[in-house]
């Protein structure tokens, strides 16, 4: 990645060592940008110098954003101080948004209940979110966790399960709770590794999340595009949408 400017270089850090960028990335690669992957729990390090990167990309991962105890948390939890301090933008994913919403001082937390969201489930826009989503948007959640919303951060998208899906601060830093990175692929994937979970409660088993991708992740797909385009791109580079790199 050396050879692109730092307006098309995107960091993505994966808290699992079998993770990959998915609609994510092929996104992002229409719009010309190039990757810099790091995988700190394997031993990646983290960089010191962001002002190479036009964005952030912190994906999900099985474990809890309170689990000090692993190389891979503690390592992102402290690096987080210098994605903050720099100019580049930032977008959690899952346990990526709630890393960066404890770093912020927000809780990150299961519900008293137990219930989950693993599956296809809405989430409904707040006010301040309602021009990047729609009225009612069926997105892939895989977690029993949720974040609190930090403090000077708007709260973007609910759900009643979980009522923090999306956040902003200062329109640089992003978190939303749910999975737009995961293809055909990656799903069948995470439903062949994924042992009790599926069997949690709230949870849907592996043929009700086969019939709501079938019915619901390719407009699940557009929204993300479009959120990429109003939110992750921007000015950075042309638009290329559409052409191969």
Sequence with gaps: ????????????????????????????????????????GEGDALPDDLSMYHLVVVFGGPM????????????????????????????????????????LGAPVEPRPDGLTEIGYYPVYPTEAGGDLFPDELIVYHW?????????????????????HQAYHLDGRIWGIQFHPEVDDEAHERWLSSAGDNINRPNAQDADAQRAGRAKYDAAFGAWFEQFAQQVLVRDAVSARAGQSD
């Design 1 to 40: 990645m050396n050879n692109l400017s730092p307006s098309k270089r995107i960091l993505l850090v994966f808290n699992s060592a079998t993770g990959q960028p998915g609609r994510v990335g092929d996104v992002m690669r229409r719009y010309g940008f190039g990757f810099d992957i790091r995988r700190p």
């Design 143 to 163: 977690h029993s966790e949720g974040f609190g919303v930090p403090d000077g951060a708007e709260l973007l998208a609910s759900s009643p399960t979980f009522p």
């Design 64 to 103: 809890s954003a309170n689990d000090d105890d692993l190389d891979n948390v503690r390592a992102i939890m402290d690096w987080l101080p210098k994605v903050v301090a720099s100019d580049a933008m930032y977008l959690g994913i899952c346990l990526g948004a709630q890393m960066m919403a404890r770093h």
